[in-house]
C-alpha cells in the first residue's frame, strides 16, 4: 500500500506546521499518498481522516501550532477504541504513520502497533526536551527564543526598576528549557528538579553584589521546581532585601513563529521518518544526538530521559556562588 498518515498527540510545539508542510510534499515526491489526522488519537478513533494536498499546505511554514489540530485521548487507553482505530484507517488503506508526540504517544502507538502491525515512526515533539536517547526534540529551539526574548525584556524593567524578577519556565519534571535560558541569557539563578539547592549559598554573594552596586536579578525557575516561585520570589524581597516580581511564562512558551532551526529540523526529521518507513522500519523513533539522526527502538526511547551532564555540570560550577 502506498498511504500514509500524519497526526499530532499530546502537547503541540511550533515546528509541526514545517513539518506537516514537508510530510505532504516528501510523500508525495515518492509516490505516496498523504492523509491528515485530525486531532490525535481522538480523530483516528472517529475517523476524521482526510486526503492531504499541495493545497492544504501553502503557507502553514509560518505559523506555530499544527493545522490538523493535536489532543489527548483517554479513549485510545482502551483496547475496543483501538481496533476502531485500526478499522479506520483500514478504510483508507493506510500502512504507515508519522506520529509526532512525547513519549507518552510513543507508549500508545507501541500498544497499537502490537495488536494491529501498522509500522509507524515517531518525532520527539515537545519544547520539555524530555525524551530519552534524543538531544534534540522539535519545537525546543522557538521555545528557547520566546524565553529568551521574555527575558530580555524583563531585563530592561528589573533594571530600570531596581527589582528581583522570578520567571518560570514550562518543562513539567524536566529542568532542561531553565538551564539552557540561563546559560544562554546572563541570569543569576536557576533552580531545576534535577539538582538540590539551597537558597542560603545565594545570600552571602547577592547581598554582597547589591553593596556592590547590582540593581537587579534575574532568576530562572523550572516549573518541576518543588518551591514555588512566589516563595522565592519573598526570598528575594526579605533575606536579600529587593523588591520582586514574579513572571509566569506559561503557554507562550509553546506558541509563535517557528525559528529557522526547527523549520530545518522539522524537515529533516521528516525525511528521515518517510525514509525509514520507506526501508520496512516498523516501528521506531527518529532520534537526534552527537553522532546525527538515527532510529531509536520505542523501549529506549520511553525510558526515563537525563539531562546533559556537562549542561548540569555547568550550572554547577556557575553557581557555586561568591560575593
Ligand atoms: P506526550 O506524548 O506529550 O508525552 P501524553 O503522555 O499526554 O503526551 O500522551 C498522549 C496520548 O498518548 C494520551 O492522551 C493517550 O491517548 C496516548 N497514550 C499514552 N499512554 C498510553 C498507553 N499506555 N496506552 C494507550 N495510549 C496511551
Not at 510534499?25 to 492531504?52: C, H, M, N, R, V
Not at 533575606?239 to 525559528?259: D, W
Request: net charge negative; aromatic share 10%.
Amino acid at each position: 500500500m502506498n498511504n500514509i498518515a500524519i497526526l499530532c498527540s499530546g502537547g503541540d510545539v511550533s515546528g509541526m506546521n514545517p513539518a506537516i508542510k514537508h510530510f505532504v510534499e516528501y510523500s508525495l515526491q515518492k509516490g505516496l499518498t498523504p492523509y491528515f489526522i485530525y486531532d490525535g488519537y481522538e480523530g483516528l478513533i472517529d475517523g476524521s481522516i482526510k486526503k492531504a494536498s499541495y493545497q492544504d499546505v501553502a503557507g502553514i511554514i509560518t505559523r506555530g501550532g499544527t493545522i490538523i489540530g493535536s489532543a489527548r485521548s483517554q479513549r485510545f487507553k482502551d483496547a475496543s477504541y483501538r481496533k476502531q482505530a485500526k478499522d479506520n484507517l483500514d478504510k483508507y488503506n493506510i500502512d504507515k504513520l508519522v506520529i509526532l508526540g512525547g513519549d507518552g504517544s510513543f507508549k500508545g502507538m507501541d500498544i497499537f502497533y502490537k495488536e494491529h502491525a501498522t509500522a509507524f515512526c515517531g518525532i520527539p515533539s515537545t519544547i520539555d526536551n524530555d525524551i530519552n536517547k534524543t538531544n534534540y526534540c522539535l519545537g525546543v529551539d522557538t521555545a528557547l527564543n520566546v524565553i529568551k526574548n521574555a527575558i530580555d525584556s524583563i531585563r530592561d524593567t528589573a533594571s530600570s526598576f531596581k527589582r528581583a524578577f522570578v520567571i518560570e519556565t514550562m518543562g513539567r519534571e524536566c529542568g532542561y528549557l531553565a538551564l539552557a535560558s540561563y546559560l544562554t541569557s546572563g541570569a543569576e539563578m536557576c533552580l531545576i528538579p534535577e539538582i538540590p539547592y539551597n537558597l542560603q549559598a545565594f545570600e552571602q554573594s547577592f547581598i554582597g553584589q547589591i553593596q556592590n552596586g547590582r540593581r537587579y536579578f534575574i532568576a530562572i525557575v523550572a516549573e518541576g521546581v518543588k518551591q514555588d516561585s512566589q516563595e522565592i520570589a519573598k526570598w528575594f524581597e526579605e533575606t536579600i532585601g529587593i523588591e520582586s516580581r514574579v513572571s509566569i511564562l506559561g503557554h507562550i512558551q509553546r506558541g509563535g513563529n517557528p525559528s529557522v532551526y526547527d523549520r530545518l529540523m522539522a524537515y529533516k526529521f521528516i525525511t528521515y521518518a518517510i525514509d525509514g518507513l520507506l526501508q520496512n522500519k516498523q516501528e521506531s523513533v527518529v532520534c537526534f544526538n552527537e553522532s546525527g539522526f538515527n532510529y531509536e527502538s520505542i523501549e529506549e526511547v520511553v525510558k526515563p530521559y537525563k539531562l546533559d551532564e556537562k549542561l548540569l555540570s555547568c550550572l554547577m560550577e556557575n553557581q557555586n556562588v561568591q560575593a
